[in-house]
């Protein structure tokens, strides 16, 4: 007995230092951090917000790091396809989601979400917020503001149209609640992103449009739409004469869509706090800073833990509205 004691004390040490080696694991990958490129899976068609978004502050993280990060379109069911597919890999830092308030808006709406967008992914980032999406409709609907659409539709119901980029995307929910604060019957007509639902507006098939900031200002400028009202609760600067919904009559009208960045699940804490390290140093750049508020979005920059409050936060209130508004076709 007394020759086993002593072995195990012979041991004891050795098996400290392996636990201790594996539990610092994580530590000495995320200092390392990056030495491959590195995959941002974005679940939407090339040139939507977050595609947009995410090349202005791509190239500044890639610079600081000296490896590339390349954007990967998975577009589909509203963002599910490509959100689902980043659960399926390692988490290892190498492969990211970025993506928009749709990460916890959809799943409420959609029955055959397979995640939970609070408990199922490693939160890094609340990286940029917007100021509304801009009701824009196809100028010869004939209406320039809120009350004649609004009539429009009453005298036509079920005859006008609107455009969405998924159940529970920032372009479905603002006309949904529209709907539901003015009674009015407008049919909804899903796209598989925003840059196709944008085409048919522009082309006359569709009536109407909540679209972001950054994609609505060049077609008001170019008078291909018309501006009616941003959903957010002030102006913005970049079209200060487009008064917000609840300007507009629509009281306790607000909606402001948001860009979001998560690892897989189970990454480690370490490597959350390096990456989100970057994007804040990212969004301190002047020239990002320029071109956010060109685009109609304020950078923010939280940490993982703010972060993770904040998306259980938004899930709450988005199975609020969810509640109140259709759901997906059974």
């Not at 609107?162 to 049919?187: C, F």
Request: net charge positive; hydrophobic share 45%.
């Amino acid at each position: 007995m007394k020759r086993l004691l002593g072995m195990l004390r012979c041991l004891l040490p050795l098996a400290l230092i392996t636990i201790s080696s594996f539990a610092n694991q994580g530590l000495v990958h995320a200092a390392d951090y990056p030495t491959k490129p590195i995959k941002v899976i974005v679940p939407s068609p090339p040139g939507g917000p977050p595609d947009l978004l995410f090349r202005v502050i791509g190239p500044k993280m890639s610079e600081a790091w000296g490896q590339p990060i390349v954007i990967e379109n998975r577009a589909g069911a509203g963002g599910l396809v490509g959100t689902a597919y980043l659960e399926q890999q390692a988490p290892d830092g190498y492969s990211w989601l970025f993506t928009t308030a749709s990460h916890v808006n959809i799943p409420p709406f959609n029955s055959n979400t397979t995640y939970d967008p609070v408990k199922d992914f490693t939160h890094v980032s609340l990286v940029a917020q917007n100021f509304g999406q801009v009701l824009v409709v196809r100028p010869d609907l004939g209406v320039t503001n809120l009350d004649q659409l609004i009539a429009l539709a009453k005298k036509n119901p079920g005859k006008l149209t609107y455009a969405h980029a998924g159940l529970g995307t920032a372009s479905h929910i603002p006309a949904e609640m529209m709907k539901n604060m003015t009674n009015t019957d407008i049919m909804p007509v899903p796209f598989k992103g925003v840059a196709e639902a944008m085409t048919d507006v522009l082309a006359g098939r569709i009536d109407m449009f909540f679209v972001g900031t950054q994609i609505a200002q060049q077609y008001v400028q170019a008078n291909k739409v018309t501006a009616i009202a941003i959903t957010g609760s002030k102006r913005w600067d970049g079209m200060p004469n487009v008064p917000t919904m609840q300007e507009s009559g629509l009281k306790g009208f607000e909606v402001v869509n948001w860009f979001g960045l998560w690892l897989p699940p189970k990454a480690s804490p370490e490597l959350a706090n390096r990456i989100q390290m970057q994007v804040a140093a990212a969004l301190n750049s002047p020239d990002v800073k320029q071109q956010f508020a060109q685009l109609g979005l304020e950078g923010v920059g939280s940490k993982p833990a703010d972060f993770a409050k904040y998306v259980a936060k938004e899930y709450a209130s988005a199975k609020l509205i969810a509640s109140k508004l259709p759901k997906d076709p059974k």
